[in-house]
Structures are given as C-alpha cells and as structure tokens.
Nanobody, 114 residues
Framework: QVQLVESGGGLVQAGGSLRLSCAAS????????MGWYRQAPGKQRELVAT???????NYADSVKGRFTISKDNAKTTVYLQMNSLNAEDTAVYYC????????WGQGTQVTVSS
C-alpha cells in the first residue's frame, strides 16, 4: 500500500504562483511514476505532469513552460511549481502514484481569480 498526502493548494490571483507537494509513504517501488492530474468542474480528470526517476518528466501542453515537476532527493515527495497561473488552471489537483497499482491523493483545490 502507498499513502499520498498533498498540500499547497489555495486561492491565488491570475499571474501568481503556487507550489503543490505530495508526500508518498508505504511500499514505494523504485520504478514508480508520480505526478499530478487535475479535474475542473464539469470536465474529465486530465494529466498535468509526471516524473519518473530523478528527471524523466512529461507535461500537458497547456502547462509547458509554466509548471515544473520535481522530486526530493529521497524520491518520495513530488512537487509541482505552478507559475503564471490563469483561470483555466482552476481545478482540484490530485497526486498520482503508479507502480503495479495506481494510487491517488485526496485532492487539493487550486483556485485562480481573474
């Protein structure tokens, strides 16, 4: 089992920044993929960014150049630095962990006011 604890969401003005954190604990396997997905009201959950290993990253086109995903040295905490936020980034952000099984965090609300 893997547990994911998210933090860092909130309310920010357009153009501002937020950093999300997700701490993983439990049976962490080295080949895992961690990342962030988001779901806006009335929309499907969509990929934001993922990271495998130290620096193998993948981003949605809508966030490239604005968001950065990274991991701590222990590779158990993943961060999402979000810059130049706009109203379209408003959503519940979910931490995601995948090895042989997929785990989700509880979600953290990000609201960008225009």
């Amino acid at each position: 089992q893997v547990q994911l604890v998210e933090s860092g969401g909130g309310l920010v003005q357009a153009g501002g920044s937020l950093r999300l954190s997700c701490a993983a604990s439990g049976m962490i396997l080295g080949f895992n993929v961690m990342g962030w997905y988001r779901q806006a009201p009335g929309k499907q959950r969509e990929l934001v960014a993922t990271i495998q290993g130290a620096a193998n990253t993948n981003y949605a086109d809508s966030v490239k150049g604005r968001f950065t995903i990274s991991k701590d040295n222990a590779k158990t905490t993943v961060y999402l630095q979000m810059n130049s936020l706009n109203a379209e980034d408003t959503a519940v952000y979910y931490c995601h962990y995948r090895d042989f099984t997929i785990y989700w965090g509880q979600g953290t609300q990000v609201t960008v006011s225009s």
